[in-house]
């Protein structure tokens, strides 16, 4: 097995522990979206999902809209259907998905606002439940390099809002 390989398989028990003991302890019926950047990882979360019984949906960019909608209100209508694994561009835009109440982001990304928006497509008007959000992490490896600079972007942003850049005149 290679390490990216590994690396995916740790990954993808430790967001499957996170659904059961973040969302299942609370409500039987939380919905889960799981942000992957890479496909291979959704793939992987796809076959052990269903290899458990697992009801989910997964919107990624290559679908069309007609699927894209069809996944999407599946997930947000059918009880059974718990967790939806979406590609974090395909996640990210335009789309509501308030019957969420957990997030996972199972990688750093090195857009830090890729991230936000992800994570603001389940804090949109009209939720009513308490939001959770997991970023996985895997420390000594190249991620510890994408935390330092999604923090040097961050503090680069806030420099340059809080000083009037960027202000509606």
């Not at 028990?13 to 019926?29: L, P």
């Not at 959000?133 to 961050?154: F, G, K, P, W």
Request: a positive charge.
């Amino acid at each position: 097995s290679t390490p990216g390989r590994r690396g995916g398989s740790c990954r993808a028990r430790e967001a499957r522990a996170r659904v059961g003991a973040s969302a299942r302890a609370k409500d039987a019926t939380a919905k889960v979206l799981i942000f992957s950047q890479f496909q291979p990882t959704i793939e992987f979360l796809k076959a052990r999902l269903a290899a458990d019984g697992v009801k989910f949906r997964t919107l990624s960019g290559d679908m069309s809209l007609a699927a894209r909608t069809k996944a999407l209100d599946e997930f947000q209508r059918d009880p059974p259907t718990t967790i939806c694994l979406l590609s974090i561009r395909a996640g990210a835009c335009g789309i509501n998905l308030t019957q969420a109440s957990v997030v996972i982001l199972m990688e750093p990304c090195l857009t830090p606002a890729l991230e936000v928006q992800a994570i603001w497509r389940v804090h949109r008007l009209g939720q009513t439940s308490e939001v959770t959000v997991h970023r996985l992490h895997a420390s000594c490896t190249i991620e510890d390099h994408i935390r330092t600079l999604q923090q040097r972007r961050r503090s680069l942003y806030e420099v340059n809002t809080s000083d009037g850049v960027g202000e509606l005149i």
